[in-house]
């Protein structure tokens, strides 16, 4: 009797151990845990990250009206979305740390005079902040983007610059030195002019490899972004972060504002014309 007892309390044991095992491994997989990539979190709530390029009248493939751009960003201020800064961003996806209810990155590629002259009052108006990036190259020099002095004045009020090259050529066409050159000369550039360097940097023409995504994170950008279409989170890849174009001719939009609200709301920010 007295062995039989011994063997039934080993095996009572035993399930016990086996019950907290499974309970421990529920637990280790409900709380926070380094992705893949060990530089980010999973169990984050999506991030929209927009993407602009022209406010102004031209009709172009790149373009959004000044009125179109109203809309919008009077839709984003009247359902309580909060600008969030791309250092923001990174705290979030790095350390969890947390953003505000409804956070929205609001880009700019490329640098364009109508970024300062038709965005960035309207964007002043609802309290909203952006993100531009800009090719070294065209500031200054081509009418149609802006100056320095433009950018300075946007830096003041809390509009922050990143790199995107500094001739805006596709990075996947040129050599490996040229690459570095493009990342290294449009960072230092940046930081000549504007007190600091850049920490983000935005691919031009959209193409980038995994060999140059490392390129980007040795030349000192603590992210990349790209233009796939989605919204940032915890599987995203710093050097590869998903943004939502904004821009004509971009049916997808539909299905991201149904995703990211229930509703179709794309609609109402005037971007589904077609
Ligand atoms: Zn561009």
Do not use: C
């Amino acid at each position: 009797m007295l062995i039989i007892r011994k063997q039934q309390i080993y095996i009572l044991l035993g399930i016990i151990v086996m019950l907290l095992f499974v309970a421990g491994s529920r637990i280790g997989t409900s709380s926070v845990v380094a992705s893949p990539n060990g530089s980010n979190l999973i169990n984050l709530k999506d991030v929209p990250v927009l993407n602009y390029h022209k406010v102004d009248m031209l009709n172009h493939a790149l373009s959004v009206s000044p009125q179109e751009f109203e809309e919008q960003m009077e839709y984003l201020y009247k359902n309580d979305y909060k600008t969030i800064t791309p250092d923001q961003l990174m705290a979030y996806l790095k350390y969890g740390k947390e953003l505000p209810d409804k956070p929205i990155l609001i880009t700019f590629d490329d640098g364009y005079l109508d970024n300062y002259t038709n965005a960035y009052p309207i964007m002043k108006k609802y309290g909203f902040t952006g993100t531009i990036f800009i090719v070294t190259n065209q500031v200054g020099h081509d009418p149609g983007f802006m100056t320095w002095d433009q950018i300075r004045e946007m830096q003041q009020t809390g509009i922050v610059f990143g790199s995107h090259t500094v001739n805006h050529k596709s990075l996947t066409s040129l050599t490996k030195e040229q690459i570095m050159d493009e990342l290294i000369q449009s960072r230092d550039e940046i930081a000549r002019q504007l007190g600091k360097k850049p920490k983000y940097f935005a691919y031009p023409t959209g193409t980038y490899n995994s060999e140059i995504e490392d390129m980007v994170r040795s030349a000192g950008y603590k992210a990349a972004f790209t233009i796939h279409y989605g919204e940032v989170g915890g599987g995203s890849n710093l050097y590869a972060l998903e943004r939502i174009p904004i821009f004509k001719g971009q049916r997808t939009f539909r299905s991201f504002f149904i995703r990211l609200n229930g509703a179709p709301i794309f609609e109402e920010l005037g971007i589904v014309k077609n």
